[in-house]
């Protein structure tokens, strides 16, 4: 899969100029849109699968979704992790819940594990979203 990194739609568009005929899957990380499609597959008419995260899926327009299919293009939202890495592993992450559910407070959880107070308030209220 290439993995296309760009913050901006002018970006997304010079990482598409970049493509080439052997990518067959590619992710996304801004919004598909018609145009986006567009060159993507002016670019490489090869492309058989887009990938995106999961929020900017929801956001795709029927429009869009209806040229995919004609295409046959298949479009999922990615559960690929991108951005900064996790600090604390997913058990302590599980640990620090379980303790926490079990009624021991906060600030023991923090000093015991040697996580800050936040960062736990943080993992409480987001949970482990593998």
Do not use: W
């Not at 996304?28 to 567009?38: A, C, G, S």
């Not at 690929?80 to 819940?97: F, T, Y």
């Amino acid at each position: 899969m290439k993995f296309l990194n760009a913050k901006t739609k002018n970006e997304l568009m010079e990482e598409i100029e970049q493509l080439n005929k052997t990518n067959t899957e590619i992710y996304l990380p801004l919004r598909p849109t018609i145009e986006i499609i567009n060159k993507i597959l002016e670019k490489n008419s090869n492309i058989q699968k887009i990938t995106c995260p999961h929020s900017l899926y929801l956001q795709v327009s029927r429009k869009t979704f209806k040229k995919l299919r004609e295409l046959n293009i298949d479009i999922q939202p990615g559960d690929i992790r991108v951005g900064r890495p996790m600090k604390h592993d997913i058990e302590l992450i599980r640990k620090i819940i379980n303790e926490k559910a079990n009624g021991k407070p906060v600030k023991k959880i923090s000093e015991e594990n040697d996580v800050p107070v936040r960062t736990i308030y943080y993992y409480l209220k987001n949970g482990l979203n593998e």
